[in-house]
């Protein structure tokens, strides 16, 4: 069964400084993965996905997430957050063929000025 | 574009009434979805919609009906609300409806529309 683990609730960062929002997945065969934000609300916007290919990928608003076969991982990061940043995070994970999208519980990112 | 739109946006229902949640698409996509969001707990799958015609059951079915009235429109039904059905409820569509040699929709990014707040008493 497919499932996503995203271990922290909060996460708080000071402005310019890096960012970590963490996931960790279980799915059968080759994962797929994505990131999602939701700004107070609004419906969740896309950020970015890992499909297959290079594991760094780059998605909007300077986000990107490493993926890491061996450590079932897929951490969203950011060189240097902005307070806009702020919002709820969610990883997601696909299976080949599959029409669900598991979410994970959602990580809340707090940018301190 | 408009992407996806939802209506209403919020709702308040007594115990046993029913209601209808509208959702629709203007970016010609083939599969469309509808979740409920609940804190602590993600979003997680009512019922989802692969084309025009078909509809399958997701994670959480018990309680609801969905419509998928064309390749447009795929609404969500609640004949008795229930206090536990209390939640955001969000609609979303991805271009790809086969599943195919390609993985189908789950490569594919889901569009959300803007929720619907429902709250039962």
Redesign the interface.
């Known amino acids: 069964a497919q499932s996503?683990a995203q271990p922290e609730?909060q996460v708080n960062v000071a402005e310019g400084n890096p960012l970590t929002v963490k996931c960790t997945y279980s799915v059968s065969g080759n994962p797929?993965l994505?990131w999602?934000v939701q700004y107070p609300?609004?419906?969740?916007?896309?950020l970015l996905?890992y499909?297959t290919g290079d594991n760094l990928v780059k998605g909007s608003y300077g986000f990107e997430a490493e993926f890491n076969k061996s450590q079932t991982s897929f951490h969203l990061k950011k060189p240097s957050a902005l307070v806009s940043d702020s919002a709820l995070y969610?990883c997601a994970v696909?299976?080949?063929?599959?029409?669900?999208?598991i979410?994970?519980?959602?990580t809340r990112l707090l940018v301190r000025p | 574009n408009a992407g996806?739109t939802q209506t209403p946006k919020f709702q308040v229902l007594k115990t046993g009434q029913s209601m209808t949640l509208q959702c629709a698409q203007d970016m010609n996509h083939n599969?469309m979805?509808w979740y409920r969001q609940d804190p602590?707990?993600?979003?997680?799958?009512i019922y989802?919609s692969?084309s025009e015609g078909t509809t399958?059951k997701?994670?959480v079915p018990n309680g609801y009906n969905v419509s998928r009235l064309n390749k447009r429109e795929f609404s969500l039904r609640l004949e008795s609300a229930a206090p536990s059905q209390t939640s955001v409820y969000?609609c979303?569509s991805s271009p790809k409806g086969d599943?195919g040699p390609s993985?189908?929709?789950?490569?594919d990014?889901?569009?959300?529309?803007?929720?619907t707040r429902l709250t039962v008493l």
């Open positions: 996503v609730d797929y994505f999602y609300n609004r419906g969740l916007q896309f996905k499909i969610f696909s299976a080949f063929s599959s029409y669900k999208l979410f994970g519980s959602g | 996806v599969s979805y602590g707990m993600g979003l997680r799958l989802y692969a399958d997701g994670e969000f979303a599943r993985g189908g929709p789950s490569t990014t889901q569009y959300f529309g803007p929720g």
